[in-house]
Nanobody, 116 residues
Framework: QVQLVESGGGLGQAGGSLRLSCTVSGTIFSINAMGWYRHTPGKQRELVATITSGGSTNYADSVKGRFTISRDNTKNTVYLQMNSLKPEDTAVYYC??????????WGKGTLVTVSS
């Protein structure tokens, strides 16, 4: 059974940093794209950043220059380094993995709260 487990959320201060991790476990062939999305009450879930298996990245305009996505294919893990945090970054962050021959999987989410 495939599972995505996120960690690293919590309380951060404006201008500070947090790092999220997400590890894919289970019997899988390989993983294509991985990414982070976030959801704030009253808004739709939005893309934060994605990274392909080859390392190509894509970012939401709101986080460009502040967040960095990376992955370790040997560990089936994706990371999100969040710097220069803003209160508007407060959200539940979800990890996504597009797994070859299986499909899209999501983590349960990790709450990030940024205080001003």
């Amino acid at each position: 059974q495939v599972q995505l487990v996120e960690s690293g959320g919590g309380l951060g201060q404006a201008g500070g940093s947090l790092r999220l991790s997400c590890t894919v476990s289970g019997t899988i062939f390989s993983i294509n794209a991985m990414g982070w999305y976030r959801h704030t009450p009253g808004k739709q879930r939005e893309l934060v950043a994605t990274i392909t298996s080859g390392g190509s990245t894509n970012y939401a305009d709101s986080v460009k220059g502040r967040f960095t996505i990376s992955r370790d294919n040997t560990k089936n893990t994706v990371y999100l380094q969040m710097n220069s945090l803003k209160p508007e970054d407060t959200a539940v962050y979800y990890c996504n993995a597009r797994i070859v021959r299986i499909g899209d999987y999501w983590g349960k989410g990790t709450l990030v709260t940024v205080s001003s």
